[in-house]
């Protein structure tokens, strides 16, 4: 198989570990599936969505983490892809991955209190954002936080996954994907062909 | 009721079956065909245009039906057509992946659509470096067959004048995106090609077929029939002549014989009954896929053929050869970063190739012998698979998504494995599959020669990328496992002494003079190109083979 593939199999690898077959329910509250082909209004109505896995105290703060790494800012973000429930149903069904963030949402919580002395719900945005800040930016990094390092991306490799696969997301990227054409797209800059000029009148 | 014996009993409905099904159909001869799976419908089972938002697992697939899952077109969108159910193991340090579409049509529903012509430089590869045996034909023999296969299934390309890719007839190329005019610009500084790729893939209408309208989906199945595969292509045209009785779940379990030991019929089981059931032809062709092939053919152990049938030379099952894929290299081209976003991803990536430079003049000038071939791909994809890779979170982290998207490039390694004696394929002696038949066992190890190609493409693809003012951000750690490329060739090799070889220089088994071979178990190396388009050159000109010792009277017509 030349040439292709390789884009879904690194969709695959992202939340791909190896997974012990286990009993699950059922997926009867997964939001947004199995719409049929056209259903285009998302209704996504986290108030209403009982999570799967996550406990009552954990599902807001998995919501808040991802809305903090895939902010509303100008565009929507995780928060009306109704990420935080994708999550909910991926973790549902992959028996591998539930201890990591059930663990790493308790280590995140204890070191909210050690630092602001509250749950990490209940922080200032200010206040989770630089409690994360150290997890997320190399620059920002402290030893001793690996685990936490650890939690927090995967914690974002969900999110990204989550968000750039809903309807949201494929807007956000103006996502070509999926579209009918007459004749294969060619590149818009004859006449340059190292986009040279192109980067310039750009940057 | 007299017991029906047909013509021939073909095994397998992939691309060496369909071709011979339709071949010998259209030629008059009965044919039953046997397939493993169950027929597609495209309408149902093809659910490509769906938005991942409409999958249940958004396309991600079930996290519990990941570690099961046989390959990157094993997935969501295609799951029902992949077999499960049979396993298969590994030697003891052999790693394998073995992917097996049991619909009919095989893996041509889902197939990559590179289609090259081997050339006179991999017929003759042995006499020009001294490794292995050349093919026992010239590229001149079969280069009408490819032509006949190029009409039929359309390949959009371009002339290109290339030492070892012969050039056929085509259809218009599919158009340089932004970024293959970047690469092409670094590839001419590095000296090495950057061409259309040759693609099976309708650019216009083709012979009946609806051009393709890009919505780069393919490897989950056209629903329109717009590139090759043996439902819409060959199997229709095969029905039309009502000499093709089609058997679904029917998985062929062994080749019958008579007292000579020549070719009567095929059992196979029942899949939805779970009985065995046997079929009867004048002549066998089996075309199960290179590993599933000789499975079969070494399942077939009778007093003639205790070592399985055709197999006096003991060559059935070994020189088991594979294609190494791998990314070479991966980052971003500057030059995108922040552009509008563009429908890059319209062919599954096979747009551009580049086609093997290395060892062309002298067979010694490399580290390494023979070569290997790259795929170039990149741009706005279905999803970016780069973000993990960027740092931080938040707004900026969201921007630089946004900003990046355009902009990834990678390079997939495609090079061939040279034959050896620990590279093969057998029955496991302990372990069955659930209807009771021995189950394939793979041996097999990279071997020095490709893994010294891989360390090559590294570095090539590094300075391509660095010279069209990329930026080089790493690639893979290793290449994939083996078996991941699905171009397993080498089973039931060709070649005119019967001592060394499986079959003659017509697939028609050396022992079993009506028992042929029509996939990719009959090559005698597996070159750096896809095997699939040499498939349906060789199974034309096997079947026609065929067709011939009919005609001639050496298989006497039901």
Known sequence: MAGQGIQRREVLRILGTAAAAAHFPGFSKWTFACGHIGNAALQIKPAEYRPQFFTAAEFPMVERLTEIIIPSDGTPGAKEA???????????????VKYGLRTGLAWLNAHAEQTDGKPFVELTPEQQTSLLEPLGFKDKARPGAEAGRHFFRMMRKYTVAGFYTSEIGYKELDNPALKFYAESPKCPHPGDPEHADLSSAHS | MAKQIYDVIVIGTGAGGGMAIKTLCEAGLKVCALNAGRRLDPEKDFRYHRMPWDMKFRGLDDPKRLSQSFGYMDNEYTKAAWDHEIPFTVAPGTKWMWPRCNAVGGKTNFWGRSSARFGEIDFRAASLDGYDVDWPLRYEEISPFYT???????????????????????????????????????????????????????????????????????????DVGAFFSTPYFL??????????????????????????????????????TRQEVEVYGRAVVVAASCLESARIMLNSKSRQWPNGIANSSGQLGRNLCDHLYGESARGYLPQLVGQPSFPDHVADSTIAWMPRWQNLKDPHEEKFIRGYSIYPDGGCSEFPWFANELDGFGSSFKREIKRRYPAPVS????????RSDTNFVDLDPEVKDPYGMPVARMHFEWDENVLK????????????????????????????????????????????????????????????????????????????????????????????HLI???????????
């Open chain 2, 548 to 558: 011939e010792n009919f005609r001639r009277g050496e298989h006497k017509a039901a």
């Open chain 2, 148 to 222: 006949r296969v190029e009409k039929m299934i359309g390949v959009a390309s371009t002339v290109q004048n290339r030492p070892s890719n012969p050039d056929g007839s085509y259809l218009p190329p599919f158009n340089f995106r932004c970024l293959d005019f970047i690469l092409e610009a670094g590839c001419k500084k590095v000296g090495v090609p950057y061409l259309p790729d040759r693609c099976a893939q309708l650019t216009q209408p083709h012979e009946g077929h609806p051009a393709c309208h890009f919505c780069g989906e393919c490897t989950t199945g056209c």
């Open chain 2, 235 to 272: 199997l229709p045209k095969a029905e039309a002549t009502k000499n093709l009785e089609l058997l679904t779940n029917a998985l062929a379990k062994n080749v019958l014989v008579d007292e000579n030991g020549h070719a009567t019929g095929v059992a196979y089981i029942d899949r939805k």
């Open chain 2, 453 to 544: 190609m891989w360390e090559h493409s590294k570095q090539v693809c590094a300075e391509v990328l660095r010279a069209a003012g990329g930026v080089l951000e790493g690639s893979g750690e290793a290449p994939e496992i083996p078996g991941w490329s699905l171009h397993e060739t080498g089973t039931c090799r060709m070649g005119n002494d019967p001592k060394n070889f499986v079959t003659n220089r017509f697939g028609q088994t050396h022992d079993v003079p009506n028992l042929y071979v029509c996939d990719a178990s009959v090559f005698l190396s597996c070159t750096d190109k896809t095997t699939t388009i040499s498939i349906l050159a060789f199974s034309l000109r096997t079947s026609e």
């Open chain 1, 82 to 96: 109704g990420v935080a429930e994708f999550i909910d149903f991926m973790v549902a069904n992959d028996p591998d």
């Open chain 2, 411 to 418: 390079f997939g390694i495609q090079a061939p494995s040279l």
